[in-house]
């Protein structure tokens, strides 16, 4: 049809193929999704576990006062996007909101690398944004293009594609720390695929201040019962907010 989508996809005469599986057969594209395990633009998720495992293996890169500069070599799009490549100083500004520090890669690693780790609601705070430890690291953080991880960024094999990059640390000393991710661990292909378990922690860390325990409960024995629900089951596949929630949640107001 001659409608807003049509012209939106290339046309109202463009025509696309679609595969769908058969009967029976493996779901691949929900299988190789690409689950985020932080709560941060997915093109940061990989330099979270990469910050996460050089906190553990050398905790002296916390501390600015060690670290001359760090330099994260990634495809086009993060370095432009999320990376210094930008040319945004919001994304170097301790004042900045959390929309635009979920943006900022040299925020996101200079955090999660002293931190080890990364927390949905403590690793975006005013507090945590200004520390003054921090906001030295962060701007001692920046990003550079490199080809070979745009090449990869950019490949249509699951086996290639690649989110992550390299990181080169100079130390005040003048030696180096280097290392490098391709995909985050959470990936299909990472260090530690998301399974069943992953995902219902998720769920719980996420739910647990906003739903009672109990329906919490109620809701995970529905849908790891999906296949079989009943009609009326289905129906169920819904939540209910702790008494209050909704009533002090911030949100703006509609027309009416």
């Known amino acids: ?93 301790p004042t900045a909101s959390r929309e635009t520090l979920d943006h900022s890669i040299p925020y996101i690693f200079a955090v999660a690398l002293q931190d080890g780790g990364w927390h949905h609601v403590d690793s975006y705070t005013p507090e945590r944004a200004a520390r003054e430890d921090t906001v030295a690291l962060w701007h001692k953080v920046s990003t550079a293009e490199d080809e070979e991880w745009t090449r990869r960024y950019h ?20 030696s180096t720390v280097e290392d490098e991710i391709a995909v985050a661990d959470a990936h299909p292909l990472g260090a530690r695929p998301f399974a069943r378990e992953d995902y219902i922690a998720k769920f ?35 939540i209910v907010a702790k008494l209050g929630v909704l009533a002090t949640a911030p949100a703006p107001k509609g027309l009416f």
Request: proline residues 6%; glycine residues 6%; aromatic residues 6%.
């Open 1 to 93: 049809a001659d409608a807003v989508i049509a012209w939106m996809l290339g046309g109202p005469d463009r025509e696309y193929a679609v595969e769908l599986p058969e009967p029976g057969e493996r779901l691949r594209s929900i299988m190789e999704s690409y689950t985020k395990e932080h709560s941060a633009e997915y093109q940061a998720q990989a330099w979270i576990d990469l910050a996460r495992k050089l906190h553990g293996e050398n905790p002296a890169l916390t501390d600015p006062a060690n670290i001359e500069s760090i330099v994260l070599h990634t495809s086009h799009h993060t370095h432009y996007v999320i990376g210094s490549g930008a040319n945004d100083p919001q994304k170097y500004d």
């Open 155 to 174: 490949s249509i094999d699951p086996a290639e594609k690649a989110f992550g990059g390299r990181v080169v640390i100079t130390l005040a000393d003048g």
């Open 204 to 238: 719980r860390t996420l739910a647990e201040p906003v739903l009672e325990e109990a329906e919490i409960e109620r809701f995970l024995e529905l849908v790891q019962r999906l296949p079989e629900l009943t009609a009326d089951e289905v129906r169920q596949l819904s």
